[in-house]
């Protein structure tokens, strides 16, 4: 570890008084909130289900802060972050701090309690004592969850109505600010940006649809200065402030509203610094407007901004400081030191030493924590790697050696690393590059047209109209997890685990059989992680033990690591939906997680571009899809659900892109007979921009996420008029609350109003792998119902 002596010195007893008697040379944008052990998830879930107390989840949350802290300082780190710890998302944080709780909350002012803001982000079944804030605990939809730009973590979506008003009624960002100073840590706050705020909520109001929520920027600039003149008579020497919205394709009213915006913000505290982030992409012609923020220091992701760096040193306003991101929050390899201190040379012979701070590229909330807490990875991999902690040592050690306090040793190890991943022959399997060279167009080809298989389709299956089904997964139980974890660990032997997934399949079969599904499921009992669970079956890939990173709320992800050509060396999921169809006459859809999302949600390789690494993996997929096949699957569904999120930031960069992911669906799916009804998932994704694309999959059916946004998610398909198979979802199942069957042929009703029935399916919106077994069959057994409604209504016509 490289430690560099930190100057502090504490005047009187006051915090406010907090002096730094040395440079800025390191900081970092956010650390990772949720515990090596994953403390944060088990408090949180603990708490939901009665089995700690407020004070108890309060204590963790505030150990887990401070070990993050501590950790951070003894990296070297010189500027830590604060507030960026969150119980749940930190967009919904913001939300709270300034009042902007919907009225369906019942939230009657005063602070936002806890128990309001968990059930903005999950829903509420109006049970429990009114808390705190007067909140009623009513019955209220949750707010909308949408991918935190083309990342796997989800925030909470900020809701704005004409009668929105701000108001300062939280003190999250002071409390923990004076909680790190009172530790001793040089700590600068964390918020997220005014107009990236309002540019990622949406306008939630009957009476107002149209709304321009900018309308609302007066105000929170207001709030914003408030917030911000808090700060500095807490003391505060410097406050993040990130607008992540540079990165992408800006309207000219949000042009306008950052100017407006950061004129009148850097005027509202003297005294106090700001520093802008940006993170995630290039800035490419928002790059002047955000040179010019009149603020103190400006931050640049040049791991993938770095074609900005030229003209932002030419450009550089005089005064102000620069922040390099030179070390990749969002991958876990390590750090090519060589190309790295090319750029902060460059940045330092313009700048001089003192204006220049080295950092990761955004927060490391993207990244798993340490590779510390990895003995199994193999030796020669985890010498490739880098994860949080160690990001934060290659921080340290970048500015050390670009100042030369650090011993070139450090330098020669880095390269000794980073040549040894180059050449190493595990990552190169010519029979894997020979097969991707010979795809032939034809093999993205189904036989025939939708219509034709359609019919072939409709004879075998014998669907009745409003098909059900559900997305694949059923309850993830602690019986289920303990289980696996038991296998694992060798306590239970895999001929018992095996039999222990039969009963579960048996008896989620029989459940679907008995309620009248129309096309059961196996339930992926014996899956971890869509992903992780064929990362694990594939070549080329690696897997950590304790490497998660949070994908929303309580809930976290292992992503697999591919460090090589990838390959499927034998049949992934054939066995278990062959046993499920055993179990009933009704057809069976086999379940396979797709390509891009394969990609989308792993560590990926940066030796070659991701276009490649996707086509392997869809060669791999293409051999499993035709032995379910061949194992008398009719249908099989392909989850896409990453399609989306993959989208490039910058719609110029979006057709090729789309081009190869949606080639790498139908080279996956393509290889069936007409009558095998491919079917694909898509959650999280707004449809408009990429409809066509969705289109050009051409799966025989697609089911998508709707419900949350009350089938408004359905226009793309309405305006296209999508050619194939549609279902939209009836439940919202991120949230405890059981739909009822008036709501869900409502949903549906709504839906036939624009699309014709013959094409519709009724289902969840995603799968069920969170939510409890008893709240899923009333569900399940209301959608049912629903559909039989709806087969006996009056058509409407579309
Ligand atoms: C559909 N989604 C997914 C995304 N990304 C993925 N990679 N996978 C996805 O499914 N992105 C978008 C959305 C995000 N949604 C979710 C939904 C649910 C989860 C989730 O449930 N995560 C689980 C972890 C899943 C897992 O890997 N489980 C393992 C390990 C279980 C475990 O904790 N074991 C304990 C021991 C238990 C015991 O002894 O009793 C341990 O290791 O300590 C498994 O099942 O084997 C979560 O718990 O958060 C994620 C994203
Ligand atoms: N088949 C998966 C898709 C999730 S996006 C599931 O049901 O969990
Ligand atoms: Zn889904």
């Not at 993830?476 to 001929?495: H, L, N, P």
């Not at 993996?617 to 699957?633: H, K, W």
Request: charged share 25%; aromatic share 10%.
């Amino acid at each position: 570890m490289i430690h560099k002596t930190l100057w502090i010195v504490y005047i009187g007893s006051d915090d406010s008084c907090l002096v730094a008697m040395s440079d800025i040379y390191t900081h970092n944008l956010g650390y990772p909130r949720i515990g090596e052990q994953r403390e944060l998830k088990k408090a949180t879930e603990a708490y939901w289900h009665g089995k700690l107390s407020r004070e108890e989840l309060e204590a963790t949350g505030q150990q887990l802060r401070s070990q993050n802290w501590a950790k951070q300082k003894a990296a070297g780190v010189d500027l830590i972050p604060c507030n960026d710890f969150s119980f749940y998302d930190q967009m919904l944080d913001f939300s709270c701090l300034i009042g902007n709780v919907p009225p369906r909350f019942g939230w009657q002012g005063g602070e936002v309690d806890l128990d309001v803001l968990f059930s903005m982000a999950r829903g509420s079944r109006g049970e429990g004592q009114p808390c705190a804030s007067g909140c009623s605990h009513q019955p209220a939809f949750a707010c909308e969850m949408t991918k935190w730009f083309d990342t796997n973590y989800h925030y909470i979506v900020p809701e704005f109505r004409a009668e929105t008003k701000f108001q300062l009624v939280g003190d999250k960002v002071f409390r923990e600010y004076q909680e790190a100073v009172s530790l001793g840590y040089r700590v600068k706050p964390v918020l997220p940006g005014p107009v990236t705020y309002l540019s990622l909520g949406k306008v939630q109001d009957e009476q107002n649809p149209d709304f321009d929520r900018f309308v609302l920027l007066e105000s929170l600039l207001e709030l914003y200065e408030k917030i911000l003149q808090r700060l500095a008579a807490l003391g505060v020497e410097w406050v993040q402030i990130d607008e992540p919205i540079f990165s992408l394709d800006l309207s000219p009213v949000q042009r306008d509203a950052l100017l407006t915006a950061w004129q009148r913000l850097s005027q509202s505290a003297p005294g106090l610094n700001i520093l802008v982030t940006s993170y995630f992409g290039a800035l490419q012609e928002n790059l002047s407007l955000f040179l010019a923020l009149p603020v103190q220091a400006l931050h640049l992701d040049v791991v993938r901004g770095e074609a900005d760096l030229d003209e932002t040193l030419a450009r550089f306003p005089a005064h102000k400081t620069l922040s390099l991101g030179v070390v990749d929050g969002r991958n876990i390899w390590k750090n090519d030191f060589s190309a790295s201190l090319t750029l902060l040379q460059k940045a330092q012979a313009k700048l001089g030493a003192a204006r220049l701070w080295v950092a990761p590229s955004c927060s490391l909330q993207h990244a798993p924590i340490s590779l510390a807490l990895e003995p199994k990875l193999d030796a020669e991999l985890k010498s490739w790697m880098a994860f949080a902690d160690q990001k934060l040592e290659e921080v340290v050690a970048l500015s050390g050696l670009l100042r030369g306090t650090t011993p070139p040793l450090v330098l020669q190890d880095n390269q000794r690393a980073i040549l040894s991943r180059r050449k190493s022959t595990r990552i190169h399997k010519p029979q894997v590059k020979d097969r991707v060279a010979a795809v032939q167009p034809e093999d993205s080809q189904r036989q025939s047209s939708f219509a034709q298989r359609r019919e072939l389709q409709q004879a075998k299956l014998k669907l009745p109209e409003f098909p059900t089904t559900t997305i694949g997964s059923f309850p993830q139980t602690a019986e289920v997890r303990s289980m696996r974890a038991k296998w694992k660990k060798g306590e239970i032997s895999t001929e018992a685990y095996e039999v222990y997934l039969q009963q579960e399949i048996q008896h989620c079969v029989a459940f679907q059989d008995e309620i009248g599904m129309d096309m059961p499921v196996h339930g992926e009992f014996e899956r971890n992680d869509m992903v992780e669970y064929f990362g694990e079956q594939l070549e080329g890939f690696v897997f950590t033990q304790k490497g998660w990173v949070q994908s929303y709320g309580s809930r976290y992800v292992k992503p697999p690591i591919i460090y090589g050509d990838v390959s499927r060396p034998a049949a992934m999921t054939v066995r278990w939906s062959q046993y499920a169809q055993s179990l009933t006459k009704r057809p069976m859809k086999g379940m396979l997680t797709g390509p891009v999302t394969i990609l989308q949600w792993s560590f990926v390789r940066d030796d070659q571009p991701r276009s490649e690494t996707t086509r392997q993996i869809a060669l791999a997929i293409r051999d499993e899809v035709l032995d379910l096949e061949t194992a008398g699957i009719a249908a099989i569904q392909v989850d896409e659900p990453a399609i989306r999120e993959g989208l490039p930031l910058r719609q110029r960069d979006w057709s090729a892109y789309l081009d190869w992911a949606v080639e790498s669906f139908r080279l996956c799916a393509s290889g069936v007979r007409d009558e095998t009804q491919i079917h694909t998932h898509m959650c999280y994704s707004e449809f408009n921009d990429i409809i066509e694309a969705i289109a050009a999959m051409d799966a025989d059916v697609i089911t998508i996420e709707t419900s949350r946004s009350n089938m408004e998610l359905l226009e793309a398909f309405v305006g296209f008029k999508y050619p194939n198979e549609i279902g939209p979802g009836v439940y919202d199942i991120h949230s405890p609350r059981v739909p009822s069957v008036e709501e869900m042929v409502r949903l549906m009703r709504k839906a036939e109003s624009v699309i014709p029935r013959s094409q519709l399916w009724v289902n969840p919106d995603c799968g069920l792998k969170t939510r409890g077994w008893e709240e899923v069959k009333s569900s399940l057994i209301h959608m049912v119902q629903a559909a039989r409604q709806l087969r006996v209504a009056q058509p409407i016509s579309a």
